[in-house]
Nanobody
Framework: QVQLVESGGGSVQAGGSLSLSCAAS????????MAWFRQSPGKERELVAV???????TYTDSVKGRFTITRDNSKNTLSLQMNNLKLEDTALYYC??????????????????WGQGTQVTVSS
């Protein structure tokens, strides 16, 4: 059974840190583009960070220098370390996997598998 299961969300004060994890099962993440997206109420789901099939990382401008995406192909896991969290980071965060060998998973239609999401709430 193909699954992406996120964990690590929660509530934190502005300036704090959280670490999200995503465990993949039923398929290997090796040589797959993996990404984190997020969605706030009333807004479209947006890309946060990408680790492409060879591990190159990219970030949306609003999280550059604060968030770090990492992957462990041997453990089939993806992580997102979030530091200096801001109120506007509040959202439901989703783990995503592209097709095996695909070069991109930056758009919603480039994602093959989605996790169920984990809530991150940042308060003042």
């Amino acid at each position: 059974q193909v699954q992406l299961v996120e964990s690590g969300g929660g509530s934190v004060q502005a300036g704090g840190s959280l670490s999200l994890s995503c465990a993949a099962s039923g398929f290997p993440i090796y040589y797959r583009c993996m990404a984190w997206f997020r969605q706030s109420p009333g807004k479209e789901r947006e890309l946060v960070a990408v680790s492409d099939r060879v591990g190159t990382t990219t970030y949306t401008d609003s999280v550059k220098g604060r968030f770090t995406i990492t992957r462990d192909n041997s453990k089939n896991t993806l992580s997102l370390q979030m530091n200096n969290l801001k109120l506007e980071d509040t959202a439901l965060y989703y783990c995503a996997a592209g097709d095996w060998g695909a070069t991109r998973c930056n758009r919603l239609d480039e994602v093959q598998y989605w996790g169920q999401g984990t809530q991150v709430t940042v308060s003042s």
